[in-house]
């Protein structure tokens, strides 16, 4: 069992930065691929990024190549999206999961979610 718990999000202006948080309880949190998604207000939950279990491979949404940067410490159980040049667009309540599949793209290839930070981006 694996329980996430994300922080970070706020208030920025376009081109600015913020780096997310996502801390997990549970001994078994370096087994999982853990990703983040989006949701914005009438829309989908949307793809982000992903990590292995290690952190030595990574997968990104088009939208965000080149911004975003997901990164993970097994030790002490965190994951990061730093998310840079940000645009109004990238206004959404972001989660953070974790599963079994690498690289998932997709909401059901992951068992473990957060309960979201809003991250709102102003023109």
């Known amino acids: 069992q694996v329980q996430l718990v994300e922080s970070g999000g706020g208030l920025v202006q376009a081109g600015g930065s913020l780096r997310l948080s996502c801390a997990a309880s549970g001994r078994t949190f370096s087994r999982y691929a853990m990703g983040w998604f989006r949701q914005a207000p009438g829309k989908e939950r949307e793809f982000v990024a992903a990590s292995n279990w290690s952190g030595s491979s990574t997968r990104y949404a088009d939208s965000v190549k080149g911004r975003f940067t997901i990164s993970r410490d097994n030790a002490p159980n965190t994951v990061y999206l730093q998310m840079n040049s940000l645009k109004p667009e990238d206004t959404a309540v972001y989660y953070c999961?974790?599963?079994?599949?690498?690289?998932?793209?997709?909401?059901?290839?992951?068992?473990?979610w957060g309960q979201g930070t809003q991250v709102t981006v102003s023109s």
């Open positions: 999961a974790g599963g079994s599949v690498y690289p998932g793209a997709r909401p059901y290839d992951y068992e473990y």
